[in-house]
């Protein structure tokens, strides 16, 4: 095995970098690999001219790589192995393309569905390996991935900027947070940056409970912080949300509207902090809307450079996966179990991994459902 070639797929996030980094000093000093990058990750792998998509790495791009932000490979969210796109020739084109340019193996960070992808590279017959991440923090088998710690840290210290901010004008803070599925980055950005209530998808919230919580927080203290995971789920029959729709047509208009989905089938998600932020006005009978604010992080904790831990972790996965790959081994995930860099089956990655506090420790940190 001589050519391997990097794809950085999905959301880009923290310390995708330094997975390279470490792949490529490795890969060169230990075993004299040769090092390529497909731009746009399976976008770029299924083009007509793959060629167009290919950037050459070696050793000297190494250096300094491992703390720059977001990926230097671009990413896509292009997934070949759709129906849509099975019945197009795309997986076969995919493997055709990969001999073509001479690619022996794949190096892939992804999330959930780039993982997916990866493994279906494998049963494709090219060998490939997987490291894991998501400022979701939301692919199981390993305890944490690529992003999600830098992520929490930057989020911690906007989210407590908001905080003073609602305290010093007494108002009500929404800050909205990415996590589709799961709500570990609320979570923790909620608990590490001072929320009175924190908000996740796996708590599906009862409308007149959280504003009841809002009104007599506001009542005690005169301001209150909410953190809210993208994904919180409301039911749409929830009287309290019915009486807002019916009172002001803006949410009515925004419930109504449809974002679509993504290459995978996925949500497209955003604005939950706005429709609640007229809940609660609505409910509260507050005068103005400009009592209760709404804040999107949104993005901004995507194109992050790493805190030390994702640096670490991004040269660990990195290093473990080219010495698997060198010694015959492929068709896995690496993860951090523990101390220790492990294989994880793809099924296994795959099981969507969900927020697992007791529900105790929930309450402590003040999530509402
Ligand atoms: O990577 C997952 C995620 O962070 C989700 O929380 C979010 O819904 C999604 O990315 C949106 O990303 P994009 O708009 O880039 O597809």
Same mark, same amino acid.
């Given at each position: 095995?001589?050519?391997?070639?990097?794809?950085?797929?999905?959301?880009?996030?923290?310390?995708?970098?330094?997975?390279?980094?470490?792949?490529?000093?490795?890969?060169?000093?230990?075993?004299?690999?040769?090092?390529?990058?497909?731009?746009?990750?399976?976008?770029?792998?299924?083009?007509?001219?793959?060629?167009?998509?290919?950037?050459?790495?070696?050793?000297?791009?190494?250096?300094?790589?491992?703390?720059?932000?977001?990926?230097?490979?671009?990413?896509?969210?292009?997934?070949?192995?759709?129906?849509?796109?099975?019945?197009?020739?795309?997986? /076969?084109?995919?493997?055709?393309?990969?001999?073509?340019?001479?690619?022996?193996?794949?190096?892939?960070?992804?999330?959930?569905?780039?993982?997916?992808?990866?493994?279906?590279?494998?049963?494709?017959?090219?060998?490939?390996?997987?490291?894991?991440?998501?400022?979701?923090?939301?692919?199981?088998?390993?305890? +944490?991935?690529?992003?999600?710690? +830098?992520?929490?840290?930057?989020?911690?210290?906007?989210?407590?900027? +908001?905080?003073?901010?609602?305290?010093?004008?007494?108002?009500?803070?929404?800050?909205?947070?990415?996590?589709? /599925?799961?709500?570990?980055?609320?979570?923790?950005?909620?608990?590490?940056?001072?929320?009175?209530?924190?908000?996740?998808?796996?708590?599906?919230?009862?409308?007149?409970?959280?504003?009841?919580?809002?009104?007599?927080?506001?009542?005690?203290?005169?301001?209150?912080?909410?953190?809210?995971? /993208?994904?919180?789920?409301?039911?749409?029959?929830?009287?309290?949300?019915?009486?807002?729709?019916?009172? +002001?047509?803006?949410?009515?208009?925004?419930?109504?509207?449809?974002?679509?989905?993504?290459?995978?089938?996925?949500?497209?998600?955003?604005?939950?902090?706005?429709?609640?932020?007229?809940?609660?006005?609505?409910?509260?009978?507050?005068?103005?809307?400009?009592?209760?604010?709404?804040?999107?992080?949104?993005?901004?904790?995507?194109?992050?450079?790493?805190?030390?831990?994702?640096?670490?972790?991004?040269?660990?996965?990195?290093?473990?996966?080219?010495?698997?790959?060198?010694?015959?081994?492929?068709?896995?995930?690496?993860?951090?179990?523990?101390?220790?860099?492990?294989?994880?089956?793809?099924?296994?990655?795959?099981?969507?991994?969900?927020?697992?506090?007791?529900?105790?420790?929930?309450?402590?940190?003040?999530?509402?459902?």
């Amino acid at each position: 095995m001589k050519r391997i070639g990097f794809m950085t797929g999905g959301g880009d996030c923290a310390g995708i970098n330094a997975f390279l980094a470490a792949c490529l000093k490795r890969g060169s000093e230990g075993y004299g690999a040769e090092f390529v990058g497909i731009r746009r990750a399976f976008e770029g792998a299924c083009a007509d001219r793959i060629e167009d998509f290919l950037v050459p790495l070696g050793p000297a791009d190494a250096v300094g790589l491992e703390n720059k932000p977001s990926t230097i490979l671009e990413s896509s969210r292009f997934n070949p192995f759709s129906e849509a796109n099975r019945a197009k020739g795309y997986p /076969e084109k995919l493997v055709a393309n990969l001999k073509k340019v001479g690619i022996d193996a794949v190096l892939a960070t992804g999330g959930n569905d780039t993982i997916k992808s990866t493994k279906g590279l494998t049963e494709l017959g090219i060998p490939a390996i997987a490291a894991p991440k998501s400022i979701d923090n939301d692919v199981s088998g390993t305890d +944490t991935m690529l992003g999600f710690k +830098t992520a929490v840290t930057f989020g911690a210290s906007a989210f407590r900027s +908001t905080v003073e901010s609602a305290r010093t004008h007494r108002r009500i803070s929404l800050v909205e947070i990415m996590g589709r /599925e799961a709500g570990w980055l609320s979570l923790e950005i909620g608990l590490a940056g001072g929320a009175d209530i924190i908000l996740i998808p796996e708590k599906p919230v009862d409308l007149a409970r959280l504003c009841g919580r809002v009104a007599a927080l506001n009542e005690r203290q005169g301001y209150v912080n909410i953190a809210v995971a /993208e994904g919180t789920r409301i039911r749409l029959d929830d009287p309290v949300l019915v009486a807002a729709a019916e009172a +002001t047509p803006v949410v009515a208009a925004m419930l109504k509207e449809d974002l679509g989905k993504d290459e995978h089938g996925n949500p497209k998600l955003g604005g939950i902090a706005q429709i609640l932020r007229r809940i609660i006005r609505h409910r509260l009978g507050l005068k103005k809307l400009e009592d209760v604010r709404a804040t999107d992080l949104g993005f901004t904790l995507r194109g992050l450079p790493p805190v030390a831990d994702d640096i670490i972790l991004g040269l660990r996965f990195g290093f473990a996966a080219v010495d698997l790959l060198f010694a015959g081994e492929a068709g896995f995930m690496v993860g951090l179990q523990g101390t220790r860099i492990v294989k994880v089956p793809f099924a296994e990655a795959l099981v969507q991994k969900k927020v697992d506090w007791s529900e105790t420790d929930l309450k402590n940190a003040g999530v509402v459902w």
